[in-house]
């Protein structure tokens, strides 16, 4: 999800078989597969059994995979260890149980977008898109109606409401109620989506398209964001990792239609640390260099995310509003006076705390007719509502996003997955 600095269905052209950017890796079919075909009819008949399950069945020792390890390449000393170390490994349980979440958090979105890869197709509905992630990962962390969670709606589950902005759009669209909106073939669309885990956020976002003259935009943003991953470590300057990431953005071209475009930076979107309950920390990481000289910090969690443009390369709010989250300073704030909004901030308070959640949320807890009760709560600072992002409109965006876990000598790559 995106930190910042300041319909109709279309049918698939004659021809063109839709193929997803992030295919799912092929095996093959060894010795045995060409008399697979005898069998065709018995696994025609075989039903398919439903794999999305609480995940914690999966992993009964309640340990889960770690995520991709990286060597700091900074220069600093990796065999530093007497007191900082010492003070390190006295806390360890503490950071162990921490890192675990955060790789269950990572393991149940590695399923949950191969769940929604293998089902997405041009003329699906939005609404349905968004459903299929958040029910998939409901059901993996327990939540779901009949987990076993499903009265600590806090301790994990969904970490925000699921972005599925198209084209233009860079950021922060989910469908509200009632929104007609269809994925076509020629969209682009950015898929971000959270897992949280005992407030452990893990935050990550690829970009779909089905027509392939958007490639050349996929690989510019996709290697602008493992140019960040790369670069990210302890005691690196934030403007360094944005300059790499700029330099990196920057040397891609696409051609659209016959017309030449340079991909841009989206240069007012950042990635972000992330803090229990809250998944933008206080940190920006930029995508661009822009002199910041704040450090990345041991045992920090980030989210290094990119979005590249062939518009002007810089996002505006416009559109129906559908993310929001409670305000770090709400608890400071007088209370409302609406008796309306006082019971909307209770189911918010009961049900998400700070984590940010849409009206589809609201709707399916059982509110109704809150969005004057909601308003207010906005009006009054303690609710912030976060608006869509677009550039500038015939423009398109991409994005890819990893969340990166800063160990004392390694980085881990948590969300890293065969996809992406």
């Not at 162990?96 to 979105?109: F, L, S, V, Y």
């Not at 929104?179 to 956020?201: A, F, H, P, S, W």
């Not at 770090?328 to 918010?348: G, N």
Request: glycine fraction near 8%; charge should be negative; include cysteine.
């Amino acid at each position: 999800m995106s930190d910042t600095i300041a319909k109709d269905e279309v049918n698939v052209p004659a021809g063109k078989e839709p193929v997803p950017t992030t295919p799912e890796p092929q095996t093959s079919g060894g010795p045995d597969a060409a008399g697979a075909s005898g069998d065709k009819k018995k696994k025609k008949k075989k039903k398919k059994t439903n794999n999305i399950k609480n995940i914690a069945l999966m992993y009964p020792d309640g340990k889960y995979p770690e995520g991709e390890w990286m060597d700091y390449h900074q220069d600093f000393n990796l065999q530093r260890t007497t007191d900082e170390e010492k003070r390190y490994l006295a806390r360890d349980a503490e950071n162990q149980q921490r890192w675990n979440d955060m790789r269950k958090g990572a393991e149940i979105h590695r399923r949950v977008r191969k769940n929604l890869q293998n089902k997405l197709k041009p003329d699906m509905a939005l609404t349905d898109v968004v459903n299929i992630v958040e029910n998939a990962t409901r059901k993996f962390t327990g939540v779901d109606e009949n987990g076993d969670h499903v009265d600590q709606p806090k301790s994990q589950g969904v970490g925000f409401p699921t972005g599925v902005s198209l084209n233009h759009c860079a950021a922060h669209f989910t469908p509200n109620a009632g929104d007609q909106t269809v994925l076509r073939y020629e969209d682009v669309m950015k898929v971000d989506i959270g897992v949280q885990v005992n407030g452990y956020i893990v935050d990550s976002a690829w970009t779909v398209t089905f027509d392939h003259k958007y490639d050349n935009l996929l690989q510019a943003v996709r290697e602008a964001t493992n140019t960040g991953v790369r670069e990210a470590g302890i005691d690196v300057r934030l403007t360094d990792i944005g300059e790499a990431i700029q330099e990196v953005m920057e040397s891609y071209e696409v051609e659209l239609d016959g017309k030449t475009y340079q991909v841009k930076p989206c240069r007012n979107l950042c990635g972000h640390n992330i803090a229990p309950y809250r998944i933008h920390g206080g940190k920006s990481v930029p995508i661009v260099k822009n002199g910041d000289q704040t450090k990345m910090e041991e045992g920090e969690h980030f989210a290094i995310e990119t979005f590249g443009s062939t518009g002007r390369g810089f996002v505006v709010p416009g559109g129906e509003v559908s993310h929001y989250a409670k305000s770090a300073e709400a608890d400071s704030l007088p209370a409302p006076s609406l008796s309306r909004a006082k019971s909307l901030l209770k189911t918010i308070d009961e049900n998400f705390g700070t984590l940010p959640f849409c009206r589809r949320y609201l709707d399916r807890l059982g509110e109704e007719k809150y969005l004057f009760a909601l308003n207010s709560l906005v009006k009054h600072g303690i609710v912030q509502d976060y608006p869509p992002l677009n550039d500038v409109q015939g423009s398109y965006t991409a994005q890819f996003e990893h969340t990166i876990l800063l160990h004392p000598h390694k980085k881990e790559v948590v969300s890293r997955g065969e996809d992406y």
